[in-house]
């Protein structure tokens, strides 16, 4: 069975910190992985990656994809309070026409002042 | 240009009863999925539509349905609601297979 694995669920920091979120996933008909942020409401696009060891990086946020181990990671530098919040990834199969999104549990990052 | 728009934003309806959500894609989009957001589940695909045809189902029972119009909006409808459904339930648009999906902001149901 399909499954995306993040790790850890839940990470408390102090403003300024550095953080790594993981994400594992066994999709039979990869395609690409995606990252999104998610609030209160809907989930926003981060990253797409669909290619190995090719770095995204966006501001103070990065992520990477190893498509040989299965995993990616997504790095925060200097962490704000704005970046509380849900951290998704999610793996696209290749199988449908638009692609199927496998989630994860996702990561719940807390950034106290 | 606007972005994923679902309405209505919160209902609240009782068991037994049907709901009707509408996702209106991003202008040009024509790919639009559906997914249920729980606490306990997380987010788990329910169905994709791409030019007024289901491409591919997740894993729940027939009552949850939808379809596609010819101008890429799409409706999804539960019949026989049951507590269990209560979520938040996301829509997402996007132009290929090859590019990422836009959320909409969902629209929260609640079975009393």
């Known amino acids: 069975e399909d499954k995306v694995v993040q790790s850890p669920l839940s990470l408390v920091v102090h403003e300024g910190d550095t953080v790594t979120l993981n994400c594992s996933y066994e999709?039979?008909?990869?395609?690409?992985l995606l990252w999104y942020k998610q609030e209160k409401k809907a989930p926003t696009f981060l990253f797409m990656l669909t290619s190995s060891g090719i770095e995204k990086k966006s501001g103070r946020l990065s992520s990477i994809l190893d498509k040989k181990e299965l995993f990616s990671i997504l790095n925060i530098t200097a962490t704000q309070t704005g970046d509380s919040a849900i951290y998704l990834c999610?793996?696209?199969?290749?199988?449908?026409?638009?692609?199927?999104?496998?989630f994860g549990r996702g990561t719940q990052l807390t950034v106290w002042p | 240009k606007a972005g994923v728009t679902q309405t209505p934003r919160y209902l609240i309806k009782t068991r037994g009863q049907q709901v009707t959500l509408s996702c209106s894609p991003i202008?040009?989009?024509?790919?639009v999925s559906w997914y249920q957001q729980t606490p306990g589940q997380g987010l788990q695909f329910l169905f994709e539509y791409f030019s007024e045809t289901q491409r591919n189902k997740g894993n729940f029972p027939g009552r949850f349905s939808g379809r596609q119009f010819s101008n890429s909006r799409s409706e999804m409808n539960v019949s026989t609601l049951e507590l269990g459904d209560s979520a938040l339930y996301l829509c997402?648009?996007?132009?290929?297979?090859?590019?990422?999906?836009?959320f909409g902001d969902g629209t929260r149901l609640s079975i009393l």
């Open positions: 202008s040009g989009h024509r790919s």
């Open positions: 997402a648009s996007s132009f290929t297979g090859d590019q990422p999906q836009h």
């Open positions: 999709v039979t008909n990869f395609r690409s």
């Open positions: 999610a793996a696209v199969d290749r199988g449908s026409t638009l692609g199927r999104l496998y």
